[in-house]
Nanobody, 125 residues
């Protein structure tokens, strides 16, 4: 069983950068894709991006492509979400979750398990 804990959220000015971390506990972390999602007040949770288990491939939502980067350190059971050129609409609670093993990089919430508790990102304009 994998447990995930996000951290690194906070207040940042529009145009600024922030790096979120997702630390896993459990022996099978390295076998799975890890996805990032976010949920703004009054909105549904939406896909941000995902990284394959072996760090070889990532895919992102169009809204963040070119500005957000996901990486992982399997030796330290950590996945990172580097966010740059942040926009006010990026303000949300950010979650990481365990995706599937293998080559798939899903974008749907139902395809993920073991959600973390989330970390708040606030972007001031």
């Amino acid at each position: 069983q994998v447990q995930l804990v996000e951290s690194g959220g906070g207040l940042v000015q529009a145009g600024g950068s922030l790096r979120l971390s997702c630390v896993a506990s459990g022996s099978t972390f390295r076998d799975y894709a890890i996805g990032w999602f976010r949920q703004a007040p009054g909105k549904e949770r939406e896909f941000v991006g995902v990284i394959r288990w072996n760090n070889a491939f990532t895919t992102y939502a169009d809204a963040v492509k070119g500005r957000f980067t996901i990486s992982r350190d399997n030796e330290n059971d950590t996945v990172y979400l580097q966010m740059t050129r942040l926009k006010p609409e990026a303000a949300a609670v950010y979650y990481c979750a365990r995706g599937p093993a293998g080559i798939n990089l899903p974008r749907r919430e139902y395809q993920y398990r073991n959600w973390g508790q989330g970390t708040q990102v606030t972007v001031s304009s």
